[in-house]
């Protein structure tokens, strides 16, 4: 789901778009802060921890946002191994979850084009907590497995990495067609459901 057939509507087209690109910059600052607990000092020391657009967005992440509705940021530079470095990699995806919350929560009370624009940001940031959850390289969910996993685990994530930003395409559009993150999408939204049912809204 890109953002391209909104374009007939400038505003929330626009506001979306920023949306996902202010996701995009939690989601890294939620690693970096944890990386930065865990003692990892590379995150602050490249500017991390700070709200500055030009650290955290990637031109073509920004571009692909628009085009197919997923893009990404600049990776946070962490090497912790481990349980530390699975948990930094899964902040990743527990911080697009929480801007899918806030996003939810205000559309339910904006007017035009801003409660729209809420409700289309908080798809697009479902989009991305499910996609980023699976264990295909570079997500996080390839991460998380890199650092927790055996030998065996790794090697077939390098495998899997070896075939480039083709192979992930490849990847990210079968699991598309085939109804996969549509499920775990559905899932995640089932989850804020409740967290709203449980807030009385």
Known sequence: MGLLPYLNDPP????????????????????????DRYGE?????????????????EPLGLVLLAL?????????????????????????????????????????FLPYPFGEGFALGQRLMLLHAAIYLFPVPPLDGARALYAV???EARRFLDQLASYGPVGFLVIF?????????????????????????????
């Not at 929330?12 to 990386?35: E, K, M, R």
């Not at 602050?44 to 650290?55: A, K």
């Not at 559009?173 to 049912?197: E, K, M, N």
């Open 173 to 201: 559009l079968l699991l598309s067609y085939t109804g996969v993150t549509d499920a775990v999408v559905q899932g995640l939204s089932g989850l804020l459901a409740t967290l709203y049912r449980a807030l009385g809204l």
């Open 41 to 57: 000092v590379a995150p602050r020391r490249y500017g991390f921890l700070r709200l500055d657009p030009r650290v955290h967005l």
């Open 68 to 108: 197919l509705g997923f893009g990404w940021p600049r990776f946070v530079p962490s090497r912790l191994p481990g349980r530390k470095g699975a948990m930094v990699a899964l902040m990743g995806p527990l911080g697009f979850l929480a801007a899918a919350f806030v996003y939810g929560l205000l559309a339910r």
């Open 12 to 35: 929330v087209f626009l506001l979306a778009f920023l949306l996902g690109a202010l996701g995009l910059i939690l989601h890294n600052l939620f690693q970096a802060w944890l990386a």
């Open 149 to 151: 996993g055996g030998l």
